[in-house]
């Protein structure tokens, strides 16, 4: 990360995660649980999301299987777009440790961080250029207003150049995050590096 | 026979609501992403069909109600709707949930449970630590928390995957210009 941004109380440092109920003791735990934590995240037995959300086992190897097909799959809409997307749902929900997160990952795929600064500064106006602001509109919509959104908002991405591909996994970025923001919110809080 | 195979023959909930067929624009475009697609419906069939002790499945259909009458989205409000009436839920518990009249309910456990829901669904900044706690206070465990949360989440995450859909399926429909 080349440069520290902190904005109206969004930052894209490195956060840490608290559960604020207990979390599952990894040395009591289960063969399935273990398992179910290996598949969903790669550091997700030392983080305290992971083992509360282990609870229940199974609940967590579908989320986590919905989560990573829909942000890592190859293919469609560019990683950093999807990346995007999440970091506006987040910054439009308040979830500060979501936004931090999927604001690094934006900078790592797209080599820049001026999308990131005008998303935490202004999500309304937020975009590069037309494609990344009809992008960020259409995250707003859905996030805030899903029975609102109807054919001409669908028509407003493809006339910046979206295929219904790349327009399927938009939908579906900013609904997990519908989904990712509201865990995070609710079940613990962010941890700042100390100063 | 892969579960996304078993999905083709029985539409799924979203496929089902949406009325989307094989062949159609639509449908092809969201079977392309077949992991999603199946690990959606298996969520929803673990949060609102799987054994959760102590979480009764009409309880979690009424979460789901609530969080629909809500967001709004009136299709998967009916579609819970009706599956609690065909559990024998009585119609007056399915009519307070579905215009969020929380007051009229007995249950004080049920009624914590719809209040948490409700913080969740509007304002998820609101279900703060004060709420978790709440709803431990009210006698729910930790794991069925972990339910209820990830049950209230993937409500979120559903409605707006059917907003996508249905509007996408719209300009489908009027013969897209694309």
Redo the contacts between chains.
């Keep these: 990360m080349s440069e520290v941004i902190r904005i109206k109380g969004f930052t894209n440092e490195t956060l840490d995660w608290k559960a ?3 979390v599952v003791n990894i040395s009591k735990a289960s063969a399935e649980q273990i398992a179910i934590l290996e598949e969903s995240h790669p550091k997700a037995k030392e983080s305290d999301y992971y083992l ?2 282990a ?2 086992p ?3 190897r ?2 986590s ?2 989560f990573n ?2 942000m890592y ?1 190859p293919g ?1 809409m560019p990683r950093a777009e999807r990346e995007l997307s999440t970091a506006v749902v987040s910054r439009i ?3 500060v440790y979501c936004a931090s997160v999927h604001a690094q990952r934006f900078e790592q795929l797209a080599k820049r961080n001026d999308s990131i600064k005008q998303v935490f500064t202004d999500p309304h106006t937020a975009g590069i250029d037309d494609r990344e602001k009809a992008i960020v509109q259409f995250s707003i919509l ?2 805030e207003k ?2 609102a ?3 001409s ?3 407003a991405l ?1 006339n910046v150049g979206l ?3 790349e ?6 970025s ?3 995050f ?6 995070m ?3 613990g ?1 962010p941890v700042f590096p100390s100063a | 026979m892969t579960n996304h195979e078993a999905l083709k023959q029985k539409p799924d909930t979203l496929d089902r609501l949406l009325e989307l067929v094989p062949g159609s ?1 639509t449908f092809e ?2 079977h ?2 077949t ?2 697609v ?3 419906q ?2 929803e069939d ?2 609102l069909g ?1 054994p ?1 002790e102590g979480l009764s499945i009409s309880d979690r259909l009424l979460v789901a109600l609530l969080a629909c009458a809500l ?4 299709a998967l409000k009916n579609e819970y709707a009706n599956r609690l009436s065909e559990l024998g839920v009585p119609d007056y518990t399915i009519q307070s949930v579905a215009s969020a009249q929380l007051d009229q309910l007995n249950d004080p456990r049920l009624k914590q449970i719809l209040i948490f829901t409700a913080a ?1 669904i509007t304002d ?2 609101k ?3 004060e ?3 709440a709803l ?1 206070a009210s006698g729910l465990t ?2 069925q ?3 209820l ?2 049950l ?3 409500v ?13 399926n ?2 489908h429909s ?1 013969g ?3």
């Design positions: 604020w109920l207990d509360f959300l609870h229940q199974e609940i967590l579908q989320r299987a919905a097909a829909i799959a469609g929900n308040g979830c859905l996030t899903p029975d959104v109807t054919a908002d669908i028509q493809k295929n219904d591909a327009i399927l996994d938009l939908i579906h900013v609904a997990i519908a989904w990712a923001n509201r865990l919110l609710n079940l809080e | 624009q475009i969201r392309q992403r992991k999603v199946d690990a959606t298996a969520s673990l949060l799987g959760v967001t709004p989205s009136q969740l998820p900044i279900a703060d630590k709420a978790l706690l431990k930790t794991p928390i972990t339910a949360s990830q209230i989440a993937f979120s995450y559903q409605v707006r995957v059917y907003a996508g859909l249905h509007a996408l719209a300009l009027q897209a210009r694309s």
